[in-house]
């Protein structure tokens, strides 16, 4: 397996076209702590590490963004606004205001889910270290968050993140996906 780093995880994550549209797009839009998260990110470094087509398996692109404004109308009309600028690209875009995921997360999943303070404590939740990475421009360049850092993602491996709100069986519905997608895959199996 060959070290990654921040520089080479970008490097690899930005050969996807709609990956670089979307983290532009946020930029332009100038939305509160925007983000695009996890696996668009991941899966093209993939993709790229084993020769595969770019957006080979990506089923979505996630955006989040943070804004004190927890109403569904306000979330509503930045979902509206990003799929008018973005629909050119004709991928699957979910965006979502980590202000007001405590609104409705458990009653979608059942699990609490406390208030959360910025983008990046949305990302520390996620099911996958591997996935815990966020993008965006600042400055002349881009910041990268990436908790666990870019081992897993350089060694295809699925690892759980078994913070709060774990749930084992999505982790392991994903991961089975993803190793259909991506045969060389390591998956640590759920505790």
């Given at each position: ?76 009309a ?22 007001r ?14 208030p ?76």
């Amino acid at each position: 397996m060959a070290a990654m780093d921040r520089d080479r995880f970008l490097a690899l994550a930005l050969k996807n076209p709609v990956n670089v549209a979307i983290i532009d797009e946020l930029a332009s839009l100038a939305l509160p702590d925007a983000l695009l998260v996890s696996g668009c990110l991941v899966q093209t470094a993939w993709n790229v590490l084993t020769g595969r087509a770019v957006d080979h398996g990506i089923a979505d692109y996630d955006v989040f963004y943070f804004d004190p404004d927890t109403s569904w109308e306000a979330e509503d009309a930045v979902i509206r606004m990003l799929q008018a600028r973005l629909g050119h690209l004709g991928v699957k875009i979910e965006i979502r205001n980590q202000a007001r995921v405590h609104l409705w997360y458990p009653g979608k999943h059942g699990l609490p889910y406390p208030p959360l303070t910025c983008s990046t404590d949305g990302i520390d939740r996620f099911l996958t270290q591997n996935t815990q990475v966020g993008v965006r421009r600042a400055g002349g360049g881009f910041e990268v968050y990436a908790p666990h850092g870019f081992d897993d993602i350089a060694g295809l491996v699925a690892r759980p993140n078994p913070g709060t709100n774990f749930s084992a069986a999505s982790y392991t519905a994903k991961a089975a996906r993803w190793k259909a997608l991506w045969p060389e895959l390591t998956v640590i199996a759920a505790e």
